[in-house]
T-cell receptor
Framework: AQKITQTQPGMFVQEKEAVTLDCTYDTSDQSYGLFWYKQPSSGEMIFLIY??????QNATEGRYSLNFQKARKSANLVISASQLGDSAMYFC???????????????FGQGTELSVKP | EAGVAQSPRYKIIEKRQSVAFWCNPI?????LYWYQQILGQGPKLLIQ????????DSQLPKDRFSAERLKGVDSTLKIQPAKLEDSAVYLC???????????????FGAGSRLTVL
């Protein structure tokens, strides 16, 4: 069964510094996708970055990069140059059978609350 | 493009009462999801639709929860009767169909926060 684990309930980072949020996953599927979403206090889930299991390079989206280590089944999110607006909950998620019309469901980890200090 | 619309944003009811939430996905998004997010937890899938057909409802408490998407566009999630443990945010999400990379990303609405007293 697929599973997502985020072991850091909360993290602090100084403004302008980089921070890494950890995520490990478990799946027996060969084709899957890994996602990171941000959820500010307003409640909306905001998509940040996506990594496919067959992608050879780590995904990057502006200040966000995904450190994908397939053999270790980890998909850590790196935020460079943290900003005060980055303070939020961050969720790692996984979906199996990507590349198919329906595919598997998207399952989420427990989340990490990031606080950026000025 | 317009985002995923949800209403109401907030609802407070007594236990054993009923409640309904509405979702209008992004135009052209054939796949629609309802997630339940209890405070302090990650979202949990309740039901997934492909057009107006159910793809996965394995975690939907069918004795009290129901959902429909009659015309393959907007959807309604109903709880009857509500229990205290149903207090949560109900998130609707949608995505385009197909196997292309961009089809993998779910776009979420702002959510409907339910408090059951």
């Amino acid at each position: 069964a697929q599973k997502i684990t985020q072991t850091q309930p909360g993290m602090f980072v100084q403004e302008k510094e980089a921070v890494t949020l950890d995520c490990t996953y478990d799946t027996s599927d060969q084709s899957y996708g890994l996602f990171w979403y941000k959820q500010p206090s307003s409640g909306e889930m905001i998509f940040l970055i996506y990594q496919g299991s067959y992608d050879e390079q780590n995904a990057t989206e502006g200040r966000y990069s995904l450190n994908f280590q397939k053999a270790r089944k980890s998909a850590n999110l790196v935020i460079s140059a943290s900003q005060l607006g980055d303070s939020a909950m961050y969720f790692c998620a996984m979906r199996e059978d990507v590349g198919y019309n329906q595919g598997g469901k998207l399952i989420f980890g427990q989340g990490t609350e990031l606080s950026v200090k000025p | 493009e317009a985002g995923v619309a949800q209403s109401p944003r907030y609802k407070i009811i007594e236990k054993r009462q009923s409640v309904a939430f509405w979702c209008n996905p992004i135009s052209g998004h054939a796949t629609l999801y309802w997630y339940q997010q209890i405070l302090g937890q990650g979202p949990k899938l309740l039901i997934q639709f492909q057009n107006n057909g159910v793809v996965d409802d394995s975690q939907l408490p069918k004795d009290r929860f129901s959902a429909e998407r009659l015309k393959g566009v907007d959807s309604t999630l109903k709880i009857q009767p509500a229990k205290l443990e149903d207090s949560a945010v109900y998130l609707c999400a949608s995505r385009v169909p197909g196997g292309l990379r961009e089809a993998n990303v779910l776009t979420f609405g702002a959510g409907s926060r339910l408090t059951v007293l």
